[in-house]
């Protein structure tokens, strides 16, 4: 169990966006975009993003030197909700070598030879890494089921195609959620939920800035007028797939400064619970250890510290190699 005493802090936070396993969930009726936890300003979100990067960058860095688990963050959303920027922002301390993103397009033709799952199974992070998925198996119940024609394009047979054919897909989406936790990956599921008129916004906002213009397609605009088919889809992914294994987070993405400090503390949160920590050596290992160090020691130019971190943390000045070394004599010849 952690002793980090802004654990509870964090936990606060983030109560209120979880989707709560076996609730049924209305997205526009349950959860306000715009959202913000009460006297939270955005001119304290820099101060507390700081502190949120460096507590994730000493988390993931004990995470990757226990190689014992993984963690795969799922992030859905529509259109404009700020998925990139989530991601910029909430991982910009942390060891990129520790941390790959996987961005889901439409599927190739390989892809499409193999279950729906199976080019999803592909990017799985490996144990002490962290694994992004923007966008993410999620789409196969949702823009899948808002365009059934791409279905047909799956080469399903008639039989798996037919009644029931989402359902089936929550129940093997949580088993395989519930497999890849039973064998040490969490995975965190966030949602940003966005207003349909901030994302009308942001479109105008990606047309106006010639530099944002090839973030926006005539495609985009298309998808817009499904928005009402898009919250249904979102709102029974969401019922039926909030697990105790794996519950989803509603992060209220109409003011980003806020959906980044909640995205990050969904997964600082998940990170908590693992509680990594850094590998214990043996004795004889760490004897080992003691023994280079003298001779590391010696080595030292006359006047330096013997041992220059030691001395820079020490808080008083460092002692002259000389005086180390005789110290580390007297102490080899006692043994």
């Not at 959860?31 to 507590?55: C, H, N, R, W």
């Not at 944002?212 to 985009?220: I, L, P, V």
């Not at 043996?282 to 001779?295: A, F, G």
Request: glycine share 6%; proline share 6%; with cysteine.
């Amino acid at each position: 169990m952690t002793d980090d005493p802004r654990a509870k802090r964090i936990a606060e936070l983030i109560a209120p966006l979880r989707v709560k396993p076996g609730s049924q969930v209305d997205l526009p009726h349950d959860f306000d975009p715009a959202y913000t936890l009460k006297g939270l300003k955005k001119k304290d979100s820099v101060g507390q993003m700081e502190t949120g990067i460096a507590m994730l960058a000493d988390y993931q860095a004990r995470l990757a030197a226990q190689d014992t688990y993984g963690v795969l963050v799922c992030l859905q959303a529509l259109d404009a909700a700020g998925k990139d920027g989530t991601i910029k922002h909430v991982m910009s301390g942390v060891n990129p070598q520790g941390v790959q993103v996987h961005s889901f397009k439409v599927p190739s033709s390989e892809e499409l030879n193999h279950d729906y799952l199976w080019r999803y199974a592909q990017r799985l992070p490996a144990r002490g890494d962290i694994a992004i998925f923007n966008r993410s198996h999620y789409e196969e119940v949702l823009v899948v089921r808002v365009h059934p024609e791409n279905l047909d394009r799956q080469k399903l047979p008639d039989e798996c195609k037919g009644k029931g054919v989402w359902e089936r897909r929550y129940r093997e989406i949580n088993d395989w959620e519930r497999y890849l936790t039973d064998n040490g990956f969490k995975v965190v599921k966030l949602f940003l939920n966005l207003s349909r008129e901030e994302q009308r916004a942001r479109f105008l906002k990606r047309i106006d800035l010639p530099e944002k213009n090839w973030k926006f397609s005539a495609a985009d605009a298309r998808e817009r007028e499904r928005w009402s088919d898009y919250q249904e889809a979102f709102s029974q992914m969401l019922s039926a797939t909030s697990t105790p294994w794996a519950p989803w987070y509603v992060i209220p993405a109409d003011r980003k400064w806020f959906a980044r400090i909640c995205a990050g503390a969904v997964l600082i949160d998940t990170l908590i619970e693992i509680d990594p920590r850094y590998p214990q050596v043996s004795e004889e290992t760490r004897r080992q250890l003691l023994e280079v160090k003298q001779e590391l020691e010696a080595q030292a130019p006359k006047g330096a510290p013997a041992d220059p971190f030691e001395a820079g943390h020490a808080g008083q000045p460092a002692r002259p190699a000389s005086a180390r070394r005789g110290s580390a004599g007297r102490g080899s010849a006692g043994r």
